[in-house]
């Protein structure tokens, strides 16, 4: 993936990959080499590298859960000191009409996953969801440190 000029003389890119365990690393890998690109702190980067892995293991994971693999696609835009992760989807929205709340871990008791929603709304500055025509559209918003 190749970093592209936006409108508005915004940098970002975008990524289309099957809904598999194996693309989603594969696309989170790319995402992340185009972003490092741009020479951002390196703790930043890694929470957005755990906040785009988690959103997307969530989409494979429980919104194609059953259904033949569809499709993922995942915009990034930098707007100002705001990143923008976008993720569309065409699986199973939420059932409630919005991202579960998620819960921190209890250290005494590790139960296998259960933890990504609190670890994405720990990490980042603002989630917008939204199913129209069809489709999951997430938009995750994480400002630049300093």
């Given at each position: 993936?190749?970093?592209?000029?936006c409108?508005?003389?915004l940098?970002?890119?975008?990524?289309?990959?099957?809904?598999?365990?194996?693309?989603?690393?594969?696309?989170?890998?790319?995402?992340?080499?185009?972003l490092r690109?741009?020479?951002?702190?390196?703790?930043?980067?890694?929470?957005?590298?755990?906040?785009?892995?988690e959103?997307?293991?969530?989409?494979v994971?429980?919104?194609?859960?059953?259904?033949?693999s569809?499709e993922?696609a995942?915009?990034?835009?930098?707007?100002?000191?705001?990143l923008?992760?976008?993720?569309?989807?065409?699986?199973?929205?939420?059932?409630?009409?919005?991202?579960?709340?998620?819960?921190?871990a209890?250290?005494?008791?590790?139960?296998?996953?259960?933890?990504?929603?609190h670890?994405?709304?720990?990490l980042?500055?603002?989630?917008?969801?939204?199913?129209?025509?069809?489709?999951?559209?997430?938009?995750?918003?994480m400002?630049?440190?300093?």
């Open positions: 993936m190749a970093a592209r000029p409108p508005d003389g940098q970002g890119g975008s990524e289309r990959f099957a809904a598999t365990d194996s693309e989603s690393r594969d696309a989170v890998g790319r995402v992340m080499a185009a690109r741009q020479g951002w702190p390196s703790d930043f980067l890694g929470s957005v590298e755990i906040v785009l892995a959103t997307l293991n969530n989409v994971e429980h919104a194609y859960r059953g259904q033949p569809g993922v995942v915009d990034f835009t930098l707007d100002g000191r705001d923008w992760l976008r993720v569309m989807d065409r699986g199973t929205p939420f059932a409630s009409g919005v991202p579960p709340v998620g819960h921190p209890d250290v005494h008791c590790l139960p296998e996953g259960g933890f990504g929603w670890l994405i709304r720990s980042s500055d603002e989630i917008q969801y939204a199913h129209q025509a069809g489709a999951n559209r997430l938009a995750i918003r400002a630049l440190p300093g």
